[in-house]
């Protein structure tokens, strides 16, 4: 039996690889640098998964930027727009397709969500008449040089099936027209790459989803192509993420040599994949989480293998991570002080990678009680721990009821009892709540935690941040205002902080995109909140300013979604905890005579099953969670939410079931997409579609916001109409942060100007 995982995380135990790249993009180290120290991080996890006993390494997952860029770099997929700059190296080309170029005036392309992760990936764009072509040789190149440094490489490509199905047409393009001359460029790399490895492996996660028939019917003509160029090597179709489901069927009948399951989010599918994949062929088993932080149940993983092993022969099988392990942190033997405990229950990559050994080794042993001791008696622990269970709050969640997550009156009249309270004018002007998160604010926050700052000074800092930030949105002349967040690290972190049942790492990056990391909260125990955790901050911004502020919370699935949840108990159970911990606050909030609340739910979208079979029963008890929160509060109290995405149409109802007065959405990045979704849908409520995409650097014009505004006007009726950036503003500088809102108010005032009176 084989060993090997799907891919490793390319951060760094210290996520060197953001100091990296932030350091070149800044100017302060060469090219020559970069490529250097990347080389180096590559050469550790090589040496990590070598360690560990581990077969194969896996090649080509690191990345400097994203995967499905590499990919599209590849293939030569440059949008038009960036052939218009004059490219000192490919390298800034890279960068620049991934984040815009201010000076030149062009946008990034879009990034959104890498299946139901946090990972965001770059969506690859098809324009008609574009020129394809074998461009980048970065997967045979870092082959080599894992062979070169003694390594036995299995590279790793996103398959031609997942990287279409997740590009986008542009400009009357269609993607599949180019199948052909991408699945030509395959052919090449593919043919390269069997001169150096045994095996490699084509990761298609898309066949875990509900495919449509015509990308179905492409699948055996595109992997007959790329079996013949891999020749004597083995091709590894890696699927991940659920199970197979009905694309089992003709999967089984791809002409590749090796199938890969995910048998954690796809658990249960084993029976039906041992029944149709050819004995004679072999299967890898994903039997390790690689999105979670604990340790696998080693007696079940180890029972699953027996069971194919008594099917299909060891030979013939592998044992790997479910998916890549880019979603878990690098190395738990960094956490001096989580408690010990709780950290005896955790593996993060590095442990990962030893689980798959040892797993391995259980079941081929005869001697599997004395090789797990260790696992046992960790699992055991957990299951036992009085810190996982509190009976108050279990008796808490059962008396929930369906009333609990009603509003006291429909939306018609809440909205009128709000604006008789708040005295709006037409398209109200707000922000999403944290504005630019200065060196000075992380060095305070930083200086706070380990104890350099008094407990005065820094709450005096706060407060004065809070001061300023005020009295910079009145100068802009922002209708609703917000305190700015200083004092939030990480909208889930912040709350998770103050919440019982969780705990914290102090390395537990995982990868959001490009440079950016986040450190997950770890949910481990029953939730419930100790005393109220905003009440303070958000009293005293209202009181510097006669204009309304927002309060600002994170929702229970957010919280959820960006947490590494207990696998103890249904995720609608946690779910439910939460939102009665966020709905106290929401009381106090309310109590403390703050007349609007915002509630994030900015990952409720990405929370969404992959299946569309499993998707309704989870946007009831996320809907319902949000609705727990905010259920009973005033008429006059107006709810906001926001989310971080435009793909709209796909939870339209849900979003208009969440009952917020006011709800903000990303969508200028995607040039106002989001808009289509109200052709065939009115949505009832407030609405704000982001007229400033807040990830790229660029200042948006008054002209490109006013014409955005316009396109929105179209669909959204003039009294319902929100005008607010993309998302918070904490990524961002001060400069751009103030020309753009001066843009975005400039915009909304020539538009109020123009109404008739
Ligand atoms: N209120 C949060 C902020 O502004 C929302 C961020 C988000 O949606 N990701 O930072
Ligand atoms: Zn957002």
């Not at 047409?169 to 390269?192: Q, S």
């Not at 179905?216 to 090597?233: F, H, I, Q, T």
Request: aromatic share 8%.
């Amino acid at each position: 039996m084989k060993a090997h995982i799907l891919g490793f995380p390319r951060i760094g135990t210290h996520r060197e690889l953001k100091h990296i790249l932030e350091a070149y993009w800044s100017g302060s180290i060469p090219l020559k640098t970069l490529n250097l120290r990347t080389a180096k991080l590559r050469q550790e996890h090589w040496q990590i998964q070598q360690d560990s006993g581990l077969d194969t390494v896996a090649t080509g997952d690191f990345s400097l930027y994203d995967h499905m860029l590499d990919t599209a770099l590849m293939l030569g997929a440059v949008p038009p727009r960036f052939n218009t700059i004059p490219s000192s190296c490919p390298e800034n080309l890279y960068f620049r397709m991934a984040r815009g170029d201010a000076e030149y005036g062009i946008t990034a392309m879009e990034m959104t969500k890498w299946f139901d992760t946090n990972y965001h990936y770059i969506v690859p764009e098809f324009t008609e008449g574009m020129e394809l072509k074998y461009s980048s040789s970065k997967l045979v190149d870092e082959t080599r040089e894992a062979i070169a440094n003694g390594f036995f490489p299995k590279p790793v490509l996103v398959g031609p099936l997942t990287f279409l199905q997740l590009a986008k047409d542009m400009d009357g393009g269609n993607r599949w027209d180019y199948l052909d001359t991408i699945l030509g460029i395959y052919e090449t790399v593919i043919a390269e790459l069997a001169q150096l490895a045994d095996c490699i492996q084509l990761d298609e996660p898309v066949l875990c989803t509900d495919l449509p028939d015509e990308v179905k019917a492409l699948a055996p003509r595109v992997y007959e192509k790329l079996k013949s160029a891999a020749g004597k090597s083995d091709l590894m179709l890696a699927t991940y993420f659920g199970k197979l489901e009905d694309n089992l069927e003709w999967v089984a009948e791809l002409p590749v040599d090796v199938l890969h399951i995910d048998l954690v989010h796809g658990s249960g599918q084993l029976q039906q994949v041992l029944k149709k994949w050819p004995k004679e062929k072999q299967l890898s088993l994903g039997v390790v989480n690689g999105r979670n932080i604990w340790k696998t149940y080693g007696i079940k993983a180890t029972q699953l293998l027996r069971n194919a092993i008594d099917n299909q022969g060891s030979e013939k099988l592998w044992i790997g991570s479910s998916c890549s392990l880019l979603h878990s942190p690098v190395d738990l033997q960094q956490e001096t002080e989580l408690d010990p405990e709780l950290r005896d229950w955790m593996a993060f990559a590095v442990q990962k990678c030893d689980e798959i050994s040892f797993l391995r080794e259980a079941a081929l042993s005869s001697d599997m009680d004395r090789i797990l001791q260790e696992n046992i008696k960790s699992i055991r622990n957990r299951k036992s721990s009085p810190r996982t269970l509190n009976p108050a709050i279990r008796q808490r969640t059962e008396n929930i009821t369906s009333a609990m997550t009603e509003r006291r009156a429909p939306f018609s009249v809440r909205i009128k009892e709000q604006q008789n309270r708040l005295n709006l004018p037409p398209f109200p002007t707000t922000t999403i709540g944290s504005f630019p998160q200065t060196n000075e604010i992380r060095r305070t926050r930083r200086a706070f935690r380990t104890g350099q700052c008094s407990d005065a000074d820094y709450q005096e800092f706060i407060r004065k941040e809070i001061r300023d930030v005020i009295r910079t949105q009145e100068e802009i002349g922002l209708d609703v205002l917000v305190h700015g967040e200083a004092e939030r690290n990480d909208m889930v972190e912040y709350f998770g902080q103050q919440l019982e049942g969780f705990c914290f790492t102090q390395n537990g990056w995982v990868q959001s995109y490009g440079s950016r990391c986040v450190k997950p909260p770890i949910i481990y125990g029953d939730v419930s909140r100790a005393a109220s955790m905003t009440v303070e901050w958000t009293r005293y911004a209202q009181e510097q300013t006669d204009k309304p502020l927002k309060g600002m919370l994170t929702g229970p699935v957010t919280i959820l979604c960006w947490s590494f949840v207990r696998d103890d108990l249904p995720r609608s159970e946690v779910c439910r905890q939460l939102a009665l911990a966020i709905r106290d606050e929401v009381q106090d909030l309310e109590a403390a005579g703050i007349s609007i609340i915002q509630i994030d739910e900015a990952a409720l979208r990405e929370g969404m099953p992959l299946r569309i079979a499993d998707r309704q029963d989870y946007l009831d008890w996320a809907v319902d969670g949000f609705r727990l929160t905010v259920g009973g509060v005033k008429n006059s109290t107006q709810i906001h939410t926001h989310m971080c995405y435009s793909e709209f149409n796909a939870i339209a109802k849900a979003i208009a079931a969440m009952d917020a007065d006011v709800v903000s959405i990303e969508s200028s990045r995607s040039g106002m997409e989001l808009l289509d979704a109200f052709k065939d849908f009115e949505y009832p409520n407030d609405i704000g579609p982001g007229v400033w995409d807040i990830h790229s650097p660029r200042v948006p014009s008054e002209e490109e916001i006013f014409d955005l505004l316009q396109k929105a006007r179209k669909v959204i009726p003039d009294e319902r109409l929100w005008v607010n950036p993309d998302c918070g503003l904490k990524t961002r500088a001060w400069p751009e942060t103030l020309a753009s809102l001066n843009n975005m108010v400039a915009a909304t005032l020539r538009l109020r100007h123009d109404l008739p009176r």
